[in-house]
T-cell receptor
Framework: GDSVTQMEGPVTLSEEAFLTINCTYTATGYPSLFWYVQYPGEGLQLLLKATKADDKGSNKGFEATYRKETTSFHLEKGSVQVSDSAVYFCALSEGSSNTGKLIFGQGTTLQVKP | EAGVTQSPTHLIKTRGQQATLRCSPISGHTSVYWYQQALGLGLQFLLWYDEGEERNRGNFPPRFSGRQFPNYSSELNVNALELEDSALYLC????????????FGPGTRLLVL
């Protein structure tokens, strides 16, 4: 079945450092890909999405490119802030069948220190 | 535009009891999804409702059930609660069913003692 694999966390960075969180997927068909962020004690917020190969999603300085050839959707930000500390989830929606469900990676905790 | 809302924010039950969780989708959204986020198990898909019908369910026992009302709000019922049902339950909605972008609510944290 379809699956998503994220890099192990936690990731600890200093403020203004460059961020990369790796995400790779296995899917039949043509899934849509998403990054969600979860701040402590809250639900999930959609960060960005891409619906087809070579699409780049971007929001709040974060960006990710849908790479079909490497089945990847890595999240990047050029300069992180303390306020970016959260758990980041990569997810896909199954493209080959209409199941309605999102499949999530295990989440990567980001801690940004001042 | 108001987001997805869920109630209650926290719920404490004892083993064997029943829990009812509620969700109101974003205005104009017809699909509602339920997910369980249990410690160490990640985010697991529970149920999908669209236009009042259950469209899909995840790998959960039948004591997890729910329904969707004519106004598209939804409730999740968990019967015969077990300790391992303790989790954050997240509701999401989308404009249509299927591979549409899902927007999540803040969740209901259920603790089973």
């Amino acid at each position: 079945g379809d699956s998503v694999t994220q890099m192990e966390g936690p990731v600890t960075l200093s403020e203004e450092a460059f961020l990369t969180i790796n995400c790779t997927y296995t899917a039949t068909g043509y899934p849509s890909l998403f990054w969600y962020v979860q701040y402590p004690g809250e639900g999930l917020q959609l960060l960005l999405k891409a619906t087809k190969a070579d699409d780049k999603g971007s929001n709040k300085g974060f960006e990710a490119t849908y790479r079909k050839e490497t089945t990847s959707f890595h999240l990047e930000k050029g300069s992180v802030q303390v306020s970016d500390s959260a758990v980041y989830f990569c997810a896909l929606s199954e493209g080959s069948s209409n199941t309605g469900k999102l499949i999530f990676g295990q989440g990567t905790t980001l801690q940004v220190k001042p | 535009e108001a987001g997805v809302t869920q109630s209650p924010t926290h719920l404490i039950k004892t083993r064997g009891q029943q829990a009812t969780l509620r969700c109101s989708p974003i205005s104009g959204h017809t699909s509602v999804y339920w997910y369980q986020q249990a410690l160490g198990l990640g985010l697991q898909f529970l149920l999908w409702y669209d236009e009042g019908e259950e469209r899909n369910r995840g790998n959960f026992p039948p004591r997890f059930s729910g329904r969707q009302f004519p106004n598209y709000s939804s409730e999740l019922n968990v019967n015969a609660l077990e300790l391992e049902d303790s989790a954050l339950y997240l509701c999401a909605s989308s404009r249509y069913g299927g591979p549409e972008t899902q927007y999540f609510g803040p969740g209901t944290r259920l603790l089973v003692l």
